[in-house]
């Protein structure tokens, strides 16, 4: 893949929402990678696996399940999702250096988090779906929405080398109050450091771990209230 549309692609996923504008409800984010990633295709080979066929045939069958469904409207559209899916594994699949991509995307995030800095102070230029939270959403509208996109962020920042990435995702993940993506993301981190590192390292980490998940709990409780 070539790093400047490597980039182009993480960096546009993470913007592609725009809010108030496309309507909570539009998943512009999908329809996005549907009008991307059909130029990726183009010329890329693989050898196909049997991972790759079970995956086909899931896809296959998906398909020919649309001659029985009862509401074919919304099965053609989650066999659309299901589709873009299985290019996006085939593509990745194919990209020998991905960190381009995974460049644009903490670049993405991060500026996400400079608008939830930004709301955290009272600014409220952006939609916040005041309704289901009191933390900051960034451009997500939803505030868990974007406390899991920093938790997974956080975790491709840590093995994936991008240390400069993990103050944003992590503070991200911290205003997002999202409890769920914060247990995920600090267990995760510790099974992967656990296997690929060392397991004393893991040990170590566990109580800074326990310790950000508290801070994530505390920033949430005003929700409850709500």
């Known amino acids: 893949m070539n790093k400047y549309i490597g980039f182009a692609l993480g960096f546009g996923l993470t913007w592609a929402y725009v809010p108030n504008v496309t309507g909570s409800a539009l998943l512009t984010g999908w329809a996005f990678l549907a009008g991307f990633l059909p130029f990726l295709l183009w010329r890329r080979s693989v050898r196909l696996t049997p991972l790759h066929w079970l995956g086909l045939g899931f896809v296959v069958w998906a398909g020919l399940s649309i001659a029985w469904t009862e509401n074919i409207y919304d099965g053609i559209?989650?066999?659309?999702?299901?589709?873009?899916?299985?290019?996006?594994?085939?593509?990745?699949?194919?990209?020998?250096?991905?960190?381009?991509?995974?460049?644009?995307?903490?670049?993405?995030?991060?500026?996400?988090?400079?608008?939830?800095?930004?709301?955290?102070?009272?600014?409220?230029?952006?939609?916040?779906?005041?309704?289901?939270?009191?933390?900051?959403?960034?451009?997500?509208?939803?505030?868990?929405v974007f406390g899991t996109v920093c938790a997974a962020v956080l975790v491709l920042a840590i093995f994936g080398n991008l240390w400069w990435a993990i103050p944003f995702s992590g503070l991200g993940l911290y205003l997002s109050g999202a409890r769920g993506p914060a247990i995920a993301a600090v267990i995760t981190i510790l099974i992967g450091v656990?296997?690929?590192?060392?397991?004393?390292?893991?040990?170590?980490l566990l109580v800074p771990g326990l310790l950000f998940g508290a801070a994530v709990f505390l920033n949430k409780s005003k929700s409850l209230a709500n």
């Open 194 to 204: 656990w296997r690929n590192w060392s397991r004393g390292t893991a040990v170590i």
């Open 77 to 144: 559209g989650a066999l659309s999702l299901w589709l873009i899916l299985a290019m996006s594994f085939y593509v990745g699949s194919t990209t020998v250096q991905p960190r381009y991509l995974y460049n644009g995307i903490c670049v993405g995030v991060a500026g996400c988090v400079g608008v939830a800095i930004a709301q955290s102070f009272g600014w409220t230029g952006v939609y916040i779906q005041e309704d289901f939270t009191s933390n900051v959403p960034s451009i997500f509208v939803n505030s868990t």
